[in-house]
């Protein structure tokens, strides 16, 4: 049985939704980003003195990091899959998607990617059992 793996993702965290048959493994991946907004500057004592600026490059440049360093992570956790199916409500999937397609070392075929609004962690695995085309309500 080749590995299917669902990922929902937003800049917040990913969903390592992973399908076993009967028993569908969930693994959540927190994506350390920082999500501060810039203040202004200082004025010096001196009257009419410079004012310190807010370097926006330097924050935009760790934010970059930050992001390819959580991609990374995403990458390493499904490496193993044989094919994938990313889902996400921002423009996080088609970053992530970017990422895989650009890592020539990574070998899962990406199969599709749908924009998803927040939902739940169930609804993910329900995304997932139906984008793969497996029932999504248990048998007995």
Do not use: C
């Not at 921002?90 to 749908?114: N, V």
């Amino acid at each position: 049985m080749k590995k299917q793996i669902g990922i929902w993702l937003d800049y917040k965290e990913a969903y390592i939704i992973t399908l076993n048959g009967k028993q569908n493994d969930v693994e959540i991946i927190p994506s350390e980003i920082d999500s501060f907004h810039l203040k202004g500057g200082a004025r010096s004592k001196t009257p009419y003195g410079p004012m310190d600026k807010i370097s926006e490059s330097k924050f935009l440049a760790r934010k970059k990091h930050q992001v390819e360093k959580f991609y990374k992570k995403i990458m390493e956790a499904t490496n193993d899959a044989k094919e994938i199916f990313i889902m996400g409500p921002a423009e996080a999937k088609i970053g992530l998607r970017d990422e895989m397609t650009k890592t020539r070392a990574y070998r899962p075929m990406i199969k599709g990617y749908l924009t998803v609004d927040s939902i739940t962690k169930n609804q993910k695995v329900a995304r997932t059992l139906e984008f793969f085309g497996y029932s999504s309500t248990p048998t007995a």
